[in-house]
């Protein structure tokens, strides 16, 4: 295959895209290990119809290989009865007393399906010629056990799909959920997979080892064109899938997070959607890294293994059969690709291959195709750390490109205080103007947000551009940007990245240097200056934490609880000499250790992470005790808001007359007491 020049660098860039947009190896496995917990959760405390049940959590969500919020939950539950039934291969382990189900196949029976006979209760003896409720009379007279059960139909709101019932809920988020059984043993048709030879050594063979110790399981659906599908069980190897890809490293990770984009914007909208699924991507990825070295799958070389890829499946598709990975002699084509279907796809990928990777222009999630197209424009010597472009000349003069300049503008006019700090011709030292600009980006980063969601339609261009902004803002100081960033992944539902952030925060959150009071604290600074030989900008970005401040132009991208603190005038003070009350009126600022308790309260709150929740909020009230803060009305603000959330409406209100006593005056308390007076009467009167 012949490798256009351009390859290892685009594969590069888009590898760095991946990481950005929320595929790198740490949140990778931050998502993978919440669901792991979630899964843990359920299977110790969920019931259904008063029968203990287990549920175990598949699909792209397990494997973190989800596209944003719209992907489902696929659930398989199993019935927790393994005490009074089991399913065997063979009657060596039948015990009595035990409802046991025989996995049987016949020349009927097509590769990787099974019926499940029922057996004698007293005896290892096969039922005939008996007929019940869920368990019918095969071609053969065996009382084999009827898939058309789709489980429990919990609501009106349920849909069956296939096995599964498809539950959709306010959010938007769908879950799939299969009922099946499971069997401990290891399947006779899939043992050449435990043999098979393979040369380059994946997977492992304690991999395989613990695969072969996962166990299988039997859902209830039969092939498409068998005439006995209402009987047959198909046997999947779901939890081996999900260790395989578990072992995927960081560049085929990626490469299959691609795959599964090309097949979504590019293949189903021509072919359709039930016709390649991600479940054959997923084979020709297995497939693949099983018969390739290691060394092809690096950063350089991504673009070519996607290729590689797309010409596996083009080739299966010419043939009509694509392998089972665990059972080749299963064609998962059947009933799904034949015909005028088959053709087409086969056309797609064709031209799919001859572009070359242009294709991944057109990849709209995240933006990343325009995102790539912008990347691979600029020079080839990047430069990694965005701190050195901060620092460089070259940034002032960005700023004035076309293309936000009207914006800039429009932001200066909004909020004249940081003009003087970006002017060429200021007497500021050079230095100091390095750190305002990195402030100024995270506000023009948060009005550019705002500005794009005030539409009818989100300007993802605009959302885009501003998070380019709010990262550059981020290496302002040890806190303020990163809690700004971490407020927009929030914003966007990016709760992973958001939680990414906050680490980060609280891993580097050091010696404060921009509240100090004391002189001691001081002497101490200066003496950390002379021994690590700081610079201004040195200092400020590694030892110090500013105040968070959002402007009026910054509203929509602002959480919802500091919006009072930027309308919270009366009007009395207007002409005022005090500076405090000329400008701070319209800004809610607020210290960034209390915030950055806030936004993990959130961030927690959206992932329902209860403990952890709980923690942040106790973590607040501590700062608010024994802190000395300069903006001690708006964290008690704050803490009202979450505590209001919480459900202490009494709570809140102390806290918020307490913030009153603070400040009498142009305090966003009066506006939260007036809608916590309005929340509490509307409890009262639903209760009546």
Not at 126 to 145: C, E, H, I, M
Not at 185 to 204: G, Q, V
Not at 400 to 410: D, P, T
Not at 643 to 669: C, I, M, P, T, W
């Amino acid at each position: 295959m012949d490798v256009p020049d351009y390859y290892d660098e685009v594969s590069v860039r888009l590898m760095k895209l991946l990481d950005k947009s929320g595929y790198a190896e740490k949140a990778r496995w931050k998502r993978i290990e919440m669901w792991i917990q979630h899964e843990k959760l359920h299977n110790t405390t969920l019931t259904c119809d008063e029968q203990q049940e287990r549920r175990y959590i598949f699909g792209s969500q397990a494997e973190a290989t989800d596209m944003g919020i719209e992907s489902d939950i696929d659930f398989i539950i199993i019935p927790d009865f393994e005490d009074r039934v089991t399913v065997l291969q063979d009657l060596q382990s039948w015990e009595p007393g035990l409802t046991t189900l025989l996995m049987i196949t016949d020349n009927t029976t097509p590769p990787g399906y099974v019926k499940l006979q029922r057996m004698y209760n007293n005896a290892p003896i096969p039922v005939y010629n008996k007929q019940t409720y869920r368990f019918v009379l095969d071609a053969y007279g065996r009382s084999v056990l009827y898939n058309g059960h789709k489980g429990v139909k919990r609501d009106e709101a349920d849909i069956h799909h296939g096995p599964a019932n498809t539950n959709y809920y306010r959010t938007g988020i769908s879950t799939d959920v299969v009922f099946a059984c499971r069997a401990l043993s290891w399947p006779y048709m899939a043992l050449e997979w435990i043999t098979r030879n393979r040369n380059h050594s994946w997977p492992s063979q304690e991999t395989i080892t613990v695969i072969q110790q996962s166990g299988i399981l039997l859902v209830p659906v039969g092939q498409p064109i068998s005439p006995e599908r209402h009987l047959e069980w198909r046997i999947s190897l779901s939890f081996g899938e999900k260790i395989l890809v578990w072992q995927f490293s960081s560049s085929q990770y990626k490469c299959y997070v691609i795959l599964k984009m090309i097949n979504k914007y590019f293949i189903k909208p021509k072919v359709g959607n039930n016709v390649l699924t991600s479940y054959h991507c997923k084979t020709c990825m297995f497939y693949l890294i099983e018969s390739t070295p290691a060394t092809l799958w690096q950063p350089q070389n991504l673009l070519t293994c996607i290729e590689l890829c797309l010409r596996k499946l083009r080739t299966w598709v010419e043939e009509g059969n694509c392998p089972n990975y665990f059972i080749p002699e299963e064609n998962m084509f059947l009933g799904k690709v034949y015909g005028h279907l088959q053709s087409n796809l086969v056309n797609v990928l064709h031209d799919l291959i001859i572009q070359n990777g242009k294709y991944l222009t057109g990849i709209t999630i995240f933006n990343i195709g325009q995102k790539l197209i912008r990347a691979c424009q600029s020079p080839v010597a990047e430069i990694d750390n965005e701190q050195k472009q901060l620092d460089s000349t070259s940034f002032t003069v960005s700023l004035l490109q076309s293309r936000i300049k009207h914006a800039w503008f429009k932001l200066l006019e909004d909020d004249v205080l940081i003009n003087p700090f970006m002017s060429s011709s200021s007497m500021v030292p050079q230095e100091i103007c390095t750190i305002i600009r990195s402030f100024c980006c995270s506000s023009l980063g948060s009005y550019l947000a705002s500005k794009s969601c005030q539409e009818e339609v989100t300007n993802q261009e605009g959302l885009d551009l501003a998070h380019e902004f709010l990262l550059l803002g981020s290496y302002s100081d040890v806190a303020s940007g990163k809690l700004k960033l971490a407020a927009f992944y929030l914003m966007q539902n990016n709760v992973m990245l958001a939680e990414n952030i906050l680490n980060n925060i609280v891993k580097n959150y050091t010696f404060l240097v921009a509240n100090v009071q004391t002189e001691n604290n001081k002497d101490i600074i200066v003496l950390k200056i002379e021994d690590e030989n700081l610079s201004t900008t040195d200092l400020v970005r590694n030892y110090s934490a500013f105040p968070v401040p959002y402007l009026r132009s910054e509203a929509r991208c602002t959480p919802r609880a500091l919006i009072p603190e930027m309308f919270r005038s009366t009007g009395s003070y207007q002409g005022s000499q005090d500076p405090e009350i000329d400008y701070m009126q319209s800004w809610a600022v607020v210290d960034p250790k209390l915030y950055l308790h806030f936004v993990e309260y959130h961030c927690f709150h959206l992932q329902y992470k209860i403990p952890q929740k709980m923690a942040a909020l106790e973590n607040m009230i501590w700062v608010i005790r024994f802190e000395d803060l300069e903006h001690k009305d708006t964290a008690l603000n704050l803490l009202a808001y979450c505590l209001k959330q919480e459900g202490f409406l009494v709570d809140a209100y102390k806290v918020l007359s307490r913030s009153v006593k603070l400040r009498n005056h142009n305090n966003g308390a009066k506006w939260q007491i007036g809608c916590l007076i309005n929340t509490a009467f509307g409890c009262l009167g639903s209760r009546c």
